[in-house]
């Protein structure tokens, strides 16, 4: 958080800057999780999957299946999402991209094991980080709310059946699932649960103090 000390509270930029951290701290997670290469969350066993078969890269995917998604909630609710969501889309389609070209997978079991938790808990950990400023929510967010609404299902239902979904996918095309895709299914919800909680208490007492500041000036 102190990478973003010198942006002012008070501004948009405070909350974009954050936002930003945050999508670059969760594609950090997801590159550590896909290069230990002990199985990959559900959406990036699809992604893998369409690499293996229609080439590309990981982060290309993710930007295309991204811009499918938006589509998708744009018919469903009639409404444009919000920025966010364009820019969710695009940085962490680029940044898994740069990650993974700079990483290796380690040639031990315990080493690719380490791997694989470090991602799960920063991916978990950058989730928190990026919803917390409130820019918006992501594609697969953005069309989960939608279907909740046009059916009148759970939001968590709904998720849950995307998931399962996205995962068959995956895996008729040929994604990686192993023992991470299940750690991941099983510990996300309670990293990203944790990480939100305290981010977004982080970011309401630094919105206030820096309305405090504005209002005082």
């Known amino acids: 958080m102190d990478l973003i000390k010198g942006i002012g509270t008070e501004t948009p930029w405070f909350r974009w800057g954050v936002f930003l951290i945050g999508l670059m701290i969760m594609s950090f997670g997801i590159s550590l999780m896909i290069t230990a290469d002990l199985g990959s969350a559900p959406w990036d066993v699809l992604h893998i999957g369409l690499v293996n078969h229609f080439g590309l890269t990981v982060g290309s995917w993710t930007i295309i299946m991204g811009f499918l998604l938006l589509a998708l909630s744009v018919?469903?609710?009639?409404?444009?999402?919000?920025?966010?969501?364009?820019?969710?889309?695009?940085?962490?389609?680029?940044?898994?991209?740069?990650?993974?070209?700079?990483?290796?997978?380690?040639?031990?079991?315990?080493?690719?094991?380490?791997?694989?938790?470090?991602?799960?808990?920063?991916?978990?950990?950058?989730?928190?980080?990026?919803?917390?400023?409130?820019?918006?929510?992501?594609?697969?967010?953005?069309?989960?709310?939608?279907?909740?609404?046009?059916?009148?299902?759970?939001?968590?239902?709904?998720?849950?059946?995307?998931?399962?979904?996205?995962?068959?996918?995956?895996?008729?095309?040929?994604?990686?699932?192993?023992?991470g895709t299940i750690l991941f299914s099983l510990l996300i919800g309670h990293v990203t649960g944790f990480s939100l909680t305290v981010c977004q208490q982080w970011i309401d007492r630094r919105m206030e103090r820096g309305m405090n500041v504005e209002n005082i000036n």
């Not at 990026?130 to 759970?154: H, N």
């Open 75 to 179: 018919l469903l609710t009639k409404e444009w999402p919000k920025l966010g969501a364009y820019l969710n889309m695009v940085f962490v389609g680029i940044f898994v991209d740069l990650f993974l070209f700079i990483m290796q997978t380690p040639p031990s079991l315990a080493a690719k094991s380490i791997m694989l938790f470090t991602g799960i808990l920063i991916m978990g950990f950058g989730i928190g980080v990026y919803i917390s400023p409130r820019c918006g929510a992501g594609p697969r967010d953005s069309v989960m709310l939608a279907l909740s609404q046009k059916t009148g299902a759970s939001v968590a239902r709904v998720r849950v059946y995307m998931e399962i979904l996205v995962l068959v996918a995956g895996w008729l095309l040929g994604g990686p699932i192993f023992v």
